[in-house]
């Protein structure tokens, strides 16, 4: 399963102006990633306390920070421009779409000899993709800081009905032809002991 941490990539350094960051995110060809996602660094969200310095903050919530400046970076260099209160499922899954150019993961195609197998034995041409896994926590951390950042559950882009059935349509597709399941495994419930039957009373 590809990462989603730790993913500012040299395409995309902090110190790039906005006009370089628009040229190259229009021109998809050109680029070559050394990771699966990209971050971008611009103004930081506000967080809950001002003395709170990124250093005390979780790994969830450091994740957290750099997907949604991502995502407001893609939004800016989008043509035409979106603001945030326009956008709408659709251009989350074009979001994720983009994506899927950094990723890792072998997905093999129904007509590679490979299709299926969890352990290829060999290379094959099939596409690099971004994993299932990671597409589904991001979304996950991107639907919190939008209501985090004042926006409506109801209006929430990232939890619309297209997203939620095209990460499932990924989850299946990538399952076969992966060779593997992406089933959560039920938690085993502790044996529950005998009830002791009711004290009688003459």
Known sequence: M?????????????SLSMSTLSSATTNHTNL??????VSFSF??????????S????SRYENQKRRDWNTFGQYLRNHRPPLSLSRCS?????EFLRYLDQFGKTKVHTPLCPFFGHPNPPAPCPCPLRQAWGS?????????????EHGGKPEANPFGARA??????????S?????????????????????????????
């Open 89 to 93: 499922g659709a251009h989350v899954l």
């Open 32 to 37: 070559s990633p050394a990771s699966d996602t």
């Open 163 to 172: 997203v939620r059935l095209y990460l499932r349509e990924v989850r299946d």
């Open 174 to 202: 990538q399952s076969k032809a992966r060779g593997i399941s992406y089933e959560k495994k039920k938690r085993k419930r502790p044996p529950q002991l005998p009830q002791p039957p009711p004290s009688s009373t003459s």
């Open 2 to 14: 590809d990462s989603l941490q730790n993913c500012e990539t040299p395409n995309f350094p902090a």
């Open 43 to 52: 103004s930081s969200p506000p967080s809950s306390s001002s003395s709170t």
């Open 135 to 147: 597409l589904d926590a991001l979304i996950g951390r991107l639907r919190a800081a939008f209501e």
């Open 54 to 57: 990124p250093s005390t903050l």
